[in-house]
């Protein structure tokens, strides 16, 4: 409507790699020349040009040159030199339009526009394309422009000194409702599945155009005559034949932030609040889900207030493949069963990372956040009343109170204290030593860290007191929310 009509507009349209963007140029391409006579007979002369980004002049002269040629098969008369500068295709079109007897409107579609905006001349010929769309009179009217491409399109609509900023309307291609995949899978080939076949090969793909497509050809190859058994060999050849292709996704395309956020999200496919991507990674998160939504593995919820992975095809590959580029620096899970304990002690926890993070003449900071999980978790999991209530409890000599290593003690067996853990474990007089040895541990590390709360801890002995309180956290914290008492 917006391109060949009244009021126009212009367009840009991010997605990542096999996302559908040339198959929607195409379309549109397509639809522009079904409906020429159409318009034609309402006095528009509609001229679509498709531009591949891959096959263009490596220079701004040899695109402007390349864009007159492709205009002459629609404008026999126009004079169409092998290159032009700016000026010389703004003179050269403009006088040619302004001697035809219908109204034209010239469609460019540009796929792929990477190598543009990567080169040298990258900025200056995305000044010209905003002084033809909306600075030059006599040619803006004429004109409308679709640009595609990836991830480096798609920074161009949040950089304030981007020329195209303001006068495209930006777009980003997401993975594909239920409804428009079910589509997809059913009306190219005039066949109607079954609901259950579908909603598995949803799942399987998450939506995601490319993986759709392969799916489906793979299984109309095969005549299916179950199609659930189809499905199933059809995601197996993909990741037998092409995992390459999820590796370019993991190590190209997501940053190393992207993959702690991915490896966050919930393995059992429910959905996690944004709110906690934030609380433990920061305001960087938006960043990493805008770059895990363009490449098409998460998918977001509730406005985008609640993310989840998308495709159980990328997230078995990833089961197996996904290593991440940069070690994560806490320990993940540490901080979801901190989460589900008490969110404050997961902020503190992640607290004593970031210090160590920075770049300090002393890291004690680290020790009195390490310091305060444990007093927090302890007050959590072992108040004092409780532990003088125990069977086993007895003042150790010249306290009245719970001991440190008590509580401790009392925190770790709390979480085997129920019918289904004593189903597990079968020695539990071993499962006492083993606490006791970690009470012992425990307490030893908090002793450590209130003595260097006050004195100088290098950048060192502040991740060696991280990593052994990660080995002791994840040992006293319970590992399903149910175990919680």
């Known amino acids: 409507t917006y391109l060949p009509g009244s009021p126009r507009a212009s367009f840009a349209i991010a997605g990542g790699r096999r996302m559908g963007k040339t198959t929607l140029l195409r379309r549109v391409e397509q639809e522009l020349r079904a409906g020429m006579e159409q318009w034609r007979a309402g006095g528009l002369f509609i001229i679509p040009i498709y531009m591949d980004g891959h096959v263009l002049p490596k220079t701004p002269e040899g695109v402007w040159g390349y864009l007159l040629r492709q205009l002459q098969t629609w404008l026999p008369d126009l004079k169409a030199p092998p290159l032009a500068d700016y000026a010389a295709?703004?003179?050269?079109?403009?006088?040619?339009?302004?001697?035809?007897?219908?109204?034209?409107?010239?469609?460019?579609?540009?796929?792929?526009?990477?190598?543009?905006?990567?080169?040298?001349?990258?900025?200056?010929?995305?000044?010209?394309?905003?002084?033809?769309?909306?600075?030059?009179?006599?040619?803006?009217?004429?004109?409308?422009?679709?640009?595609?491409?990836?991830?480096?399109?798609?920074?161009?609509?949040?950089?304030?000194?981007?020329?195209?900023?303001?006068?495209?309307?930006w777009r980003s291609l997401r993975l594909l409702d239920s409804e428009d995949a079910y589509a997809l899978m059913q009306e190219p080939i005039d066949t109607q599945w079954p609901l259950s076949f579908l909603q598995a090969a949803y799942r399987e793909t998450g939506g995601h155009p490319m993986l759709i497509q392969y799916i489906m050809q793979t299984i109309c190859e095969q005549h299916p005559a179950v199609p659930e058994e189809s499905l199933r060999l059809a995601v197996k050849r993909f990741l037998d034949e092409r995992s390459w292709q999820f590796e370019s996704w993991w190590t190209r395309y997501c940053t190393p932030l992207a993959q702690l956020v991915y490896a966050r999200l919930p393995d059992s496919g429910e959905t996690i609040p944004k709110y906690m991507l934030v609380e433990e990674f920061g305001s960087r998160v938006n960043d990493a889900l805008?770059?895990?939504?363009?490449v098409g593995i998460i998918a977001s919820e509730d406005d985008g207030f609640q993310l989840r992975f998308a495709g159980e095809m990328f997230r078995r590959w990833y089961r197996l493949n996904g290593s991440l580029l940069e070690d994560s620096k806490h320990d993940l899970e540490v901080h979801r069963r901190l989460q589900t304990v008490n969110p404050n002690l997961a902020g503190k926890y992640l607290s004593a990372w970031r210090i160590y993070e920075e770049h300090l003449p002393n890291y004690s900071g680290v020790l009195v956040e390490l310091r305060g999980v444990l007093e927090l978790l302890v007050d959590n999991r072992a108040p004092r009343e409780q532990v003088i209530a125990s069977s086993w409890f007895k003042p150790e000599p010249g306290n009245t109170e719970p001991t440190l290593r008590q509580r401790i003690r009392y925190m770790a067996l709390r979480q085997y204290d129920n019918e289904r853990s004593k189903e597990l474990i079968h020695d539990y007089n071993l499962l006492e030593t083993q606490c006791d040895q970690l009470a012992?541990?425990?307490?030893?590390?908090?002793?450590?860290?209130?003595?260097?709360?006050?004195?100088?801890?290098?950048?060192?002995?502040?991740?060696?007191?991280?990593?052994?309180?990660?080995?002791?956290?994840?040992?006293?914290?319970?590992?399903?929310?149910?175990?919680?008492?």
């Not at 190598?115 to 803006?140: C, H, K, Q, Y």
């Not at 541990?441 to 007191?465: C, I, N, P, W």
């Open 440 to 485: 012992q541990l425990a307490t030893k590390a908090a002793r450590t860290a209130s003595g260097m709360v006050h004195d100088f801890a290098s950048r060192e002995q502040a991740y060696r007191a991280l990593k052994q309180w990660d080995g002791i956290l994840i040992q006293l914290l319970p590992l399903n929310p149910e175990l919680i008492g």
């Open 290 to 294: 805008e770059v895990l939504q363009h």
């Open 89 to 169: 295709f703004q003179e050269t079109l403009s006088g040619m339009l302004s001697t035809l007897s219908e109204r034209p409107r010239v469609v460019v579609m540009f796929d792929e526009v990477e190598g543009i905006i990567e080169s040298s001349w990258g900025v200056d010929f995305f000044e010209n394309w905003r002084a033809l769309l909306s600075n030059t009179p006599e040619m803006s009217e004429y004109v409308t422009a679709v640009f595609a491409g990836a991830r480096d399109l798609e920074a161009l609509s949040n950089d304030i000194t981007s020329p195209l900023k303001d006068i495209l309307e």
